[in-house]
């Protein structure tokens, strides 16, 4: 008999998170798993730290060669048997009892997708400092559903908003099936985002659970802190591969909200293209790019403020979280109200 819940975690080189990772899906309410972890090609111990336990519920696939965290989930997500499919960061936990409500709630509400809110903590520390819909500003009381353009609104890069795109949801394998949808190997950073849209466009019923389950670790070295400009690049294409389809261009309201994040896509990725060659050294290019886009000196004074005073945080006062995720978050949210 197939299990409930299979949990599928992608790791690579997370040796010293694996095991609280591991240990908090064991551990979990919901017995009726299984759990599968997919070594993306590792040059630490990740190998064996996942192989040291011996649960019979839990599964070792090791990729040969990085393929990226979207082609190890895909790996992980063709072996799966479970009613649904839930993703866990390995370096990122869960509460005990996630599992359990979340798929009753699912259950309750005839669920194609079902998320959480995620607990946000940095790394080192030992409570969070705050939760995704807190930092949103949402006033978000009870289990609601979420229609593809609220989805996307509320999702704009650089701005404050309930940015479901790095939530955690647990997926109907059916409906997965049914439907092909799969995670984009091309996109190595940010795929959450884009295997929600796939389900939405596709009429997926997503629900969202107020109380957060889901522990989400901000760390260096993880991918939110990879380079930017690729990010964007990918973010890009796949919005433009997105708005060529038929059912997105017959609804208005997702298009707007889709052409309003492009626009901003393109802003950062304009202003980006100047500052990376700078950080680097390669001051023609930086030249060549400030020639191209006659907007960044105006881009770059409204960052000015911020600019300053992260760098004062880093090296006067020794904030040394002043360019993790959840301090930008924090910066966002109050720069621009």
């Known amino acids: 008999m197939n299990p409930k819940v299979s949990v599928i975690i992608p790791a690579y080189n997370t040796e010293a998170y694996l095991a609280k990772a591991i240990e908090s899906v064991l551990e979990q309410t919901l017995t009726d798993i299984e759990v599968i972890i997919v070594d993306d090609a590792s040059t630490d111990k990740t190998v064996e730290v996942a192989k040291s336990f011996t649960d019979p519920r839990l599964k070792v696939i090791v990729n040969q060669e990085n393929l990226g965290a979207a082609a190890a989930r895909n790996r992980a997500l063709r072996a799966a048997q479970g009613e649904w499919i839930a993703v866990l960061d390995s370096d990122d936990w869960y509460a005990p009892e996630r599992l359990s409500k979340l798929v009753s709630l699912a259950n309750e509400k005839n669920a194609d997708?079902?998320?959480?809110?995620?607990?946000?903590?940095?790394?080192?520390?030992?409570?969070?400092?705050?939760?995704?819909?807190?930092?949103?500003?949402?006033?978000?009381?009870?289990?609601?559903?979420?229609?593809?353009?609220?989805?996307?609104?509320?999702?704009?890069?650089?701005?404050?908003?309930?940015?479901?795109?790095?939530?955690?949801?647990?997926?109907?394998r059916e409906f997965l099936v049914?439907?092909?949808?799969?995670?984009?190997?091309?996109?190595?950073?940010g795929q959450d985002f884009w295997i929600d849209m796939k389900c939405l466009i596709k009429g997926a019923r997503f629900f969202l659970e107020p109380k957060p389950y889901y522990f989400y670790r901000s760390r260096p070295g993880s991918l939110v802190h990879k380079s930017q400009l690729s990010r964007l690049n990918q973010y890009l294409n796949a919005s433009n591969s997105f708005m060529?389809?038929?059912?997105?261009?017959?609804?208005?309201?997702?298009?707007?909200?889709?052409?309003?994040?492009?626009?901003?896509?393109?802003?950062?990725?304009?202003?980006?293209?100047?500052?990376?060659?700078?950080?680097?050294?390669?001051?023609?290019?930086?030249?060549?790019?400030?020639?191209?886009n006659p907007y960044f000196f105006y881009d770059f004074i409204s960052r000015l403020n911020n600019i300053i005073e992260r760098r004062i945080q880093y090296y006067v006062m020794g904030n040394k979280s002043v360019f993790e995720i959840s301090y930008n978050i924090q910066r966002e949210r109050k720069t621009t109200n």
């Open 113 to 172: 997708m079902i998320a959480d809110d995620l607990y946000l903590i940095n790394d080192g520390e030992t409570s969070p400092w705050s939760t995704l819909i807190q930092e949103s500003e949402e006033r978000i009381d009870n289990i609601l559903q979420i229609d593809i353009v609220y989805f996307v609104e509320t999702d704009i890069y650089g701005q404050p908003g309930l940015h479901l795109g790095i939530s955690k949801p647990l997926f109907k």
């Open 178 to 189: 049914k439907h092909g949808i799969e995670y984009d190997d091309a996109i190595r950073m």
């Open 244 to 292: 060529q389809q038929e059912v997105v261009k017959k609804n208005p309201a997702l298009m707007r909200a889709m052409s309003y994040n492009n626009s901003v896509y393109k802003k950062h990725l304009a202003y980006l293209q100047v500052v990376e060659p700078l950080k680097e050294g390669k001051w023609l290019k930086a030249l060549t790019e400030m020639a191209k």
